[in-house]
């Protein structure tokens, strides 16, 4: 895949990069060694006023690397706005935290002593440079919610970003320099994905994190794990979105056009299976329905537009196989469909909602990456989690209940990373992210995203 800009609205290469070849490689690679050397001394104080000088950069560029990204990967420009927001809040939140989330930990004196020491405690030290491989769904984010967290822990980063969002991944770099942080100590490879393996095989390279499909998880996770190095993944999903009796069905269906379409439906945390009981199927259905054909399809320039083009012309090919399958094994189409009429260019897909899933339907099993909702009706709550857990992944998942017996019932059988109730799936610095199973391993965020890339250092003293 050629790393290049290509308007996903028109279909027009607007800009082309030349791939680091391996001289290049090596320059980076060693500067990334070199800096951390000097990086992971550095006090908490320090990291934090980069870090804050880095999100107030971010701020001030929000408009113009919103429109970078919109032009990129065709999300609609209110949501990049709203996502380079987003990423300076966590900056500052970092910032404000990982000294405390850092803190060395001292066992009560009793087990200390009985360890044979006057004094015992654990300490978290960096591991080193990071290699990131990222996704172009959020471009921004993505990144920005490993890297904060790294470079407070006192790492380096090295980003490995998709192939479709250069100019983005060109910036972070740019970003980091301008705030101040020292030459090396964070990095953008324009680089294919056939260079991933020979960078993380690199000794230099302490670690890795991936957020991607399922084949790129598996591999990078290979190729970590005959080197025995630290990884966290973030893979895709196949949420969930139950909902039941006593929930409030108008605020359901109204979060849940926006839970399946946010970012024109390309998120792995958004929701794509909606698992309704049957005593509120109907008026459920019909809102939902009512609320998908009502989005604005368009534009992503236009702030009025609520869904954008997908971000390639495969994500949207296989997005019709996907939906063809299921037609053709008996789905009925409830809206959408197709390709919006009207828009001969670019990568558009309506916003569409299929019923009468089946197991043999490719997507009862498979990921949908684009505005496509696949609708269920289950004869109670023990049916409902059945089929929420009927799925290889186990990223997230939505509930809709005013019930506290079925809340407690939810939160203990749903395999998923998180359970959100009365509202849709999001990302938040101070709560852990990521999944199980197929959704991957580790966790991104928090006090726990900021330990996966530190030593836990047990220091013993007689």
Same mark, same amino acid.
């Given at each position: 895949?050629?790393?290049?800009?290509?308007?996903?609205?028109?279909?027009?290469?607007?800009?082309?990069?030349?791939?680091?070849?391996?001289?290049?490689?090596?320059?980076?690679?060693?500067?990334?060694?070199?800096?951390? *050397?000097?990086?992971?001394?550095?006090?908490?104080?320090?990291?934090?006023?980069?870090?804050?000088?880095?999100?107030?950069?971010?701020?001030?560029?929000? $408009?113009?690397?919103?429109?970078?990204?919109?032009?990129?990967?065709?999300?609609?420009?209110?949501?990049?706005?709203?996502?380079?927001?987003?990423?300076?809040?966590?900056?500052?939140?970092?910032?404000?935290?990982?000294?405390?989330?850092?803190?060395?930990?001292?066992?009560?004196?009793?087990?200390?002593?009985?360890?044979?020491?006057?004094?015992?405690?654990?300490?978290?030290?960096?591991?080193?440079?990071?290699?990131?491989?990222?996704?172009?769904?959020?471009?921004?984010?993505?990144?920005?919610?490993?890297?904060?967290?790294?470079?407070?822990?006192?790492?380096?980063?090295?980003? $490995?970003?998709?192939?479709?969002?250069?100019?983005?991944?060109?910036?972070?770099?740019?970003?980091?320099?301008?705030?101040?942080?020292?030459?090396?100590?964070?990095?953008?490879?324009?680089?294919?994905?056939?260079?991933?393996?020979?960078?993380?095989?690199?000794?230099?390279?302490?670690?890795?994190?991936?957020?991607?499909?399922?084949?790129?998880?598996?591999?990078?996770?290979?190729?970590?794990?005959?080197?025995?190095? $630290?990884?966290?993944?973030?893979?895709?999903?196949?949420?969930?979105?139950?909902?039941?009796?006593?929930?409030?069905?108008?605020?359901?269906? $109204?979060?849940?056009?926006?839970?399946?379409?946010?970012?024109?439906?390309?998120?792995?945390?958004?929701?794509?299976?909606?698992?309704?009981?049957?005593?509120?199927?109907?008026?459920?259905?019909?809102?939902?329905?009512?609320?998908?054909?009502?989005?604005?399809?368009?534009?992503?320039?236009?702030?009025?537009?609520?869904?954008?083009?997908?971000?390639?012309?495969?994500?949207?090919?296989?997005?019709?196989?996907?939906?063809?399958?299921?037609?053709?094994?008996?789905?009925?189409?409830?809206?959408?469909?197709?390709?919006?009429?009207?828009?001969?260019?670019?990568?558009?897909?309506?916003?569409?909602?299929?019923?009468?899933?089946?197991?043999?339907?490719?997507?009862?099993?498979?990921?949908?990456?684009?505005?496509?909702?696949?609708?269920?009706?289950?004869?109670?709550?023990?049916?409902?989690?059945?089929?929420?857990?009927?799925?290889?992944?186990?990223?997230?998942?939505?509930?809709?209940?005013?019930?506290?017996?079925?809340?407690?019932?939810?939160?203990?059988?749903?395999?998923?990373?998180?359970?959100?109730?009365?509202?849709?799936?999001?990302?938040?610095?101070?709560?852990?992210?990521?999944?199980?199973?197929?959704?991957?391993?580790?966790?991104?965020?928090?006090?726990?995203?900021? *330990?996966?890339?530190?030593?836990?250092?047990?220091?013993?003293?007689?």
């Amino acid at each position: 895949m050629p790393i290049a800009t290509v308007n996903p609205a028109t279909g027009e290469t607007l800009r082309t990069f030349d791939p680091l070849d391996a001289a290049g490689i090596e320059r980076r690679l060693a500067l990334a060694d070199a800096a951390f *050397r000097g990086w992971r001394t550095t006090a908490f104080a320090e990291r934090a006023r980069l870090l804050n000088a880095a999100a107030d950069l971010l701020e001030a560029d929000r $408009k113009d690397i919103a429109r970078t990204m919109t032009t990129e990967m065709g999300k609609p420009i209110a949501a990049a706005n709203a996502e380079a927001a987003k990423c300076a809040k966590a900056m500052r939140w970092y910032a404000a935290h990982a000294e405390e989330l850092l803190a060395d930990e001292h066992p009560d004196r009793s087990d200390v002593t009985d360890a044979g020491a006057s004094r015992a405690y654990v300490r978290y030290r960096p591991l080193g440079p990071v290699l990131a491989v990222m996704p172009w769904n959020f471009p921004l984010w993505q990144v920005v919610r490993f890297a904060a967290p790294a470079l407070m822990a006192g790492n380096v980063g090295l980003l $490995k970003h998709a192939s479709n969002v250069p100019q983005t991944a060109l910036y972070l770099e740019e970003l980091f320099t301008r705030a101040g942080y020292p030459q090396g100590c964070f990095q953008t490879l324009l680089v294919g994905s056939g260079a991933v393996e020979g960078i993380l095989r690199d000794d230099r390279v302490a670690a890795a994190t991936l957020t991607g499909s399922e084949p790129a998880g598996r591999s990078v996770a290979s190729i970590a794990g005959d080197e025995v190095k $630290k990884t966290v993944l973030e893979l895709g999903g196949s949420d969930p979105y139950l909902v039941l009796p006593s929930a409030d069905i108008e605020a359901a269906a $109204k979060t849940a056009v926006t839970a399946r379409t946010q970012n024109n439906g390309q998120s792995c945390i958004a929701a794509k299976r909606f698992i309704v009981h049957t005593d509120v199927y109907e008026a459920f259905r019909d809102a939902f329905v009512a609320g998908m054909t009502a989005l604005t399809v368009g534009d992503p320039m236009e702030e009025s537009t609520q869904v954008g083009p997908l971000s390639s012309e495969q994500g949207r090919t296989d997005l019709e196989e996907l939906v063809d399958d299921a037609v053709e094994h008996g789905a009925a189409v409830l809206c959408g469909g197709g390709r919006p009429a009207g828009r001969p260019q670019g990568w558009f897909y309506e916003p569409t909602v299929l019923a009468g899933i089946t197991p043999g339907m490719r997507i009862h099993r498979e990921e949908a990456f684009g505005p496509v909702a696949t609708l269920y009706r289950v004869a109670n709550l023990d049916e409902g989690i059945e089929l929420a857990n009927d799925t290889p992944f186990g990223l997230s998942s939505n509930v809709w209940t005013r019930d506290d017996a079925e809340i407690e019932t939810c939160v203990r059988d749903i395999r998923a990373g998180g359970v959100f109730f009365n509202g849709m799936t999001a990302s938040h610095p101070a709560l852990p992210f990521g999944g199980v199973r197929r959704s991957g391993y580790g966790r991104e965020l928090s006090g726990h995203g900021i *330990r996966e890339f530190c030593n836990p250092t047990t220091v013993w003293q007689a």
